[in-house]
Every structure is written in structure tokens, then in C-alpha cells.
């Protein structure tokens, strides 16, 4: 009779944060999954009148098919426009700017769509092609070996596949919980409780990767350089000294932001300021 009043205290004690991880899964996933064509909202067409997202979508499709490309990036363009975001999107998008010679841009759209789709090797793959058209051939600070591993495994899904898959241990660890205070048994009582011990430590490695994957997916500290050519200064002032030169489509991290200026990183650990008109976040 203790043993069952007890689980119903817990079970009860639990229910808010179920809520609350059900709610914050949905809204990931909403804004993460959302397509174009699951949108009503609609644009101004000169000759048609309103053209509903959906659309909207078919006709960069064609286009993108049919080799024209400039149009499809205008009709892609205006579903981003509308707010709308999700990794096939920003992928088709990048393809057409990378198919447009804008490879600035491409490469832009490629981290965008990965940011989403973090496990999709077509979005790594056309990355890797866009970024060795790049001028720039910077030899990045290798991480801590541990460090590396663990980023890899965490994105082989997405922030709502994470939040899934922890939802799923923790019933998965109440579950095997609730075996281990009810079984009569004794096998049934030491299965319950590795079990439980396995099932929670799946629970929070999958709730720490969905975080850092959900902080990387909201992260606006990295950017592209969107210019032809731009000098690194040594200060926020255009006629400060030029420490070194970047090219379209170079990843920088921002550091700080001053009145028109960014203080920017990049991968072998140089520093200097660059305009924020040069470069685009992702």
C-alpha cells in the first residue's frame, strides 16, 4: 500500500514537467518541420492576384527544373520573406544561388539548412562543394578529440528528434521504475533497477543533446561573408589598420557588435573588425 501511494505521489509530481517537455517538442518541431506548402498565407501576383505559398513552391520548383535559376531564387526568396523556414527550403535555395555562381549565398543556405537537418548528408555534401569554390583556405584549431565525437553523435539528429527520444527514455525510465517498487519477483525488482539506471542516463544524454542542438539552431554568432572581398581592421573605424583580407563566403564567429561594425573570428584564431553590411548571419 506504501509502495503504491508513493508512485501515485510521483506520478502526480511528474505530470507539469510532461506538460511542459510536450509543449516545448511541439514547438520545436513547429518550427523546425514547417514547409511551404502547409502554409495558407499568400503574396501579391500582378496578373493572378494572390498566389498562396503552396504555389508559390511548385513555381520555384519549375523553374529550379526547368535551368532558371534567378527565378527560382525569387520565388524561394519570397517564402523566406514570408517567415517561412524549414531545411528543404533553404537547401533548394542554396542550390540555386550555388547553380546562380552566388556560392556566398549558397554556403549561407547550405548552414542554414543543416542547422535543421544536422544529420542530412546531401545538404553536408553540397557544403563541402560550395565551400571549396571558396577563395579563402583557412586550417581551423582542431578540438579536443572527445569533443569532436560527441558534436558528431549529436548531429545525427535533429533538436526534435533529440526532444523525441528523451521524452521516449524518461517514460521508458518511469516505466522500468514503477517494475522495480511493484515486482513481486526478485529478478523482476534487479531488472527494474539497472534498467532504470540505463533508461536515465539515455534520458539526460538525450535531453543534453537536444539542448545543444536547439542553442545551436537559435545561435546568431556565425556568419558569412556576403562581399566580393573585405579587410579585416584592427578597429572599429574604416581607417583603421587592414590586419587581413576575407572572401565571399568565409564562416566567421562574432564576438561584439559596435554602431555598424562586427568583431569577427575566424577558424585559425585570427581576430579584427569587418562591417556588418559585409556579412550575412546564419
Known amino acids: 500500500m506504501k509502495r503504491l501511494l508513493f508512485v501515485m505521489i510521483l506520478l502526480g509530481s511528474l505530470a507539469p514537467?510532461?506538460?511542459?517537455?510536450?509543449?516545448?517538442?511541439?514547438?520545436?518541431a513547429a518550427a523546425e518541420v514547417l514547409l511551404p506548402a502547409d502554409t495558407?498565407?499568400?503574396?501579391?501576383?500582378?496578373?493572378?492576384?494572390?498566389?498562396?505559398?503552396?504555389?508559390?513552391w511548385d513555381r520555384a520548383n519549375t523553374a529550379y527544373i526547368n535551368g532558371d535559376y534567378h527565378a527560382a531564387m525569387e520565388f524561394y526568396e519570397e517564402l523566406v520573406a514570408r517567415g517561412l523556414g524549414?531545411?528543404?527550403?533553404?537547401?533548394?535555395?542554396?542550390?540555386?544561388y550555388f547553380k546562380d555562381g552566388l556560392t556566398g549565398r549558397a554556403i549561407l543556405y547550405y548552414h542554414k539548412a543543416l542547422r535543421l537537418a544536422p544529420g542530412n548528408d546531401d545538404i553536408r555534401y553540397n557544403l563541402s562543394v560550395a565551400e571549396a569554390r571558396a577563395k579563402d583556405r583557412i586550417e581551423a584549431i582542431p578540438d579536443f578529440f572527445l569533443t569532436e565525437w560527441i558534436r558528431a553523435v549529436r548531429r545525427t539528429m535533429s533538436c526534435t528528434a533529440w526532444s523525441v527520444l528523451s521524452l521516449a527514455a524518461l517514460v521508458l525510465t518511469l516505466g522500468l521504475f514503477l517494475i522495480y517498487l511493484l515486482a513481486q519477483r526478485l529478478s523482476l525488482r534487479k531488472g527494474g533497477f539497472y534498467g532504470t539506471?540505463?533508461?536515465?542516463?539515455?534520458?539526460?544524454?538525450?535531453?543534453?543533446?537536444?539542448?545543444?542542438?536547439?542553442?545551436?539552431?537559435?545561435?546568431?554568432?556565425h556568419a558569412v561573408v556576403m562581399a566580393a572581398s573585405t579587410a579585416v581592421k584592427s578597429s572599429p573605424d574604416k581607417s583603421s589598420t587592414?590586419?587581413?583580407v576575407l572572401h565571399e563566403g568565409t564562416l566567421v564567429s562574432i564576438t561584439n557588435r559596435l554602431e555598424g561594425w562586427c568583431e569577427i573570428t575566424i577558424a585559425d584564431g585570427k581576430k579584427g573588425w569587418l562591417e556588418a553590411k559585409t556579412i550575412e548571419t546564419i
Open 242 to 244: 587592414d590586419l587581413f
Open 197 to 221: 539506471i540505463l533508461a536515465g542516463v539515455l534520458f539526460v544524454l538525450t535531453t543534453c543533446f537536444a539542448a545543444g542542438e536547439r542553442r545551436e539552431m537559435l545561435d546568431d554568432s
Open 86 to 96: 524549414s531545411a528543404k527550403l533553404y537547401y533548394n535555395l542554396g542550390n540555386a
Open 40 to 56: 495558407a498565407a499568400a503574396a501579391t501576383d500582378t496578373m493572378s492576384g494572390p498566389v498562396p505559398a503552396e504555389a508559390l
Open 17 to 28: 514537467a510532461f506538460a511542459q517537455s510536450d509543449s516545448t517538442q511541439r514547438a520545436e
